[in-house]
């Protein structure tokens, strides 16, 4: 009985402490690193989506439904990228096509790759997200490819934990230099 119960609680601590460690490595490797890690250890995989899930459930709003309404309000004859899918769920809430990435299959709609890298053609998509998942010390390289497939004038959106930004103003110059301009905060 409370055995049990100390033994689960403990369990379930150490499943979130190893959530938060794979989360961090993500953010603090290349993606090529990200590659690698989940390769060599797929429960990892496993466990950091579930510490992700359980995670952004205590939130009052995940941002990947805000960005499902944001879609559903567009024509749905515009294409999508989700850099970093996770369990696709933008591709299975919205009518539009939609091209899903991550490093690992959650679901039969995603295309494994990784994200400084997708096989899609060039100026080939509208709108290019990336929903906390704006991962990898190669950051740069990552949005060039964002808006290598972007079509000109394509929008880019971008949800993030506001504490992941050393400096937001600095970040939105570098967005600049890569040649995206703001149109919304
Ligand atoms: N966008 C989803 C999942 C976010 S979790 C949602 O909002 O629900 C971040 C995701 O980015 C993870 O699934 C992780 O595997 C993926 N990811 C991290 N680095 C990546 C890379 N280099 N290439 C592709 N996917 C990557």
Known sequence: GRS?????????????????????????????????LFQNDPEAFKIYHRGFAQQVGRWPENPVDRI?????KRPASLVVADFGCGDCKIASSVRNKVHSFDLVPLSPLVTVCDMAK??????SVDIAVFCLALM??????????ANRVLKQGGTLMVAEVASRF??????????TQLGFKSVSK
């Open 4 to 36: 049990a119960a100390l033994r689960a609680r403990m369990e379930e601590r150490l499943l979130s402490a190893r959530f938060r460690y794979i989360n961090q490595q993500l953010y603090t490797s290349s993606s090529q690193e990200a590659v690698q």
């Open 118 to 123: 997708v096989p899609l053609a060039a100026e």
């Open 136 to 145: 990898g010390t190669n950051l740069q390289e990552i949005l060039e490819e």
């Open 68 to 72: 499902v309404r944001y879609l559903r």
């Open 166 to 175: 050393e400096d937001i103003r600095a970040f939105m110059n570098a967005m």
